[in-house]
């Protein structure tokens, strides 16, 4: 097996997370997650929503839940779109332009869920 060659690894990251695409909130959950973006699970309903707003790239804002109750609001760029079922697919995000203090909250998030 090839050793996975990117800036960011991913890890395992089971998190509910909530997308705010075009004032509208979906929940979904992640898979993986790394400082870079997140792979989700997402339903037909989020895959829609991406297709209404008609624009390439698409863009959302996707709220992971802290330790504290809070969360940590990440601007998102739709990367990766795969099928998984009829009603299911797999979601890639790409965070864009994260701040300092984003990068260590996320960088903290991923060392508590390890």
């Given at each position: 097996m090839l050793k996975?060659?990117?800036y960011y690894p991913r890890y395992q990251v089971e998190l509910a997370l909530i997308l705010d695409i075009a004032q509208q909130s979906?929940?979904?959950s992640s898979t993986n997650l790394s400082l870079n973006g997140v792979?989700?699970?997402a339903d037909?309903?989020?895959v829609s929503a991406f297709e209404q707003i008609n624009a390439h790239p698409a863009y959302c804002h996707i709220s992971l839940p802290l330790?504290?109750?809070?969360?940590?609001?990440?601007r998102s760029r739709l990367i990766v779109k795969r099928r998984k079922t009829q009603a299911t697919y797999i979601l890639g995000f790409k965070f864009i332009e994260l701040s300092h203090?984003?990068?260590l909250q996320l960088r903290s998030l991923i060392a508590q869920q390890r």
């Amino acid at each position: 097996m090839l050793k996975e060659r990117r800036y960011y690894p991913r890890y395992q990251v089971e998190l509910a997370l909530i997308l705010d695409i075009a004032q509208q909130s979906y929940y979904a959950s992640s898979t993986n997650l790394s400082l870079n973006g997140v792979e989700l699970n997402a339903d037909i309903a989020i895959v829609s929503a991406f297709e209404q707003i008609n624009a390439h790239p698409a863009y959302c804002h996707i709220s992971l839940p802290l330790p504290n109750g809070d969360f940590l609001k990440l601007r998102s760029r739709l990367i990766v779109k795969r099928r998984k079922t009829q009603a299911t697919y797999i979601l890639g995000f790409k965070f864009i332009e994260l701040s300092h203090i984003e990068q260590l909250q996320l960088r903290s998030l991923i060392a508590q869920q390890r």
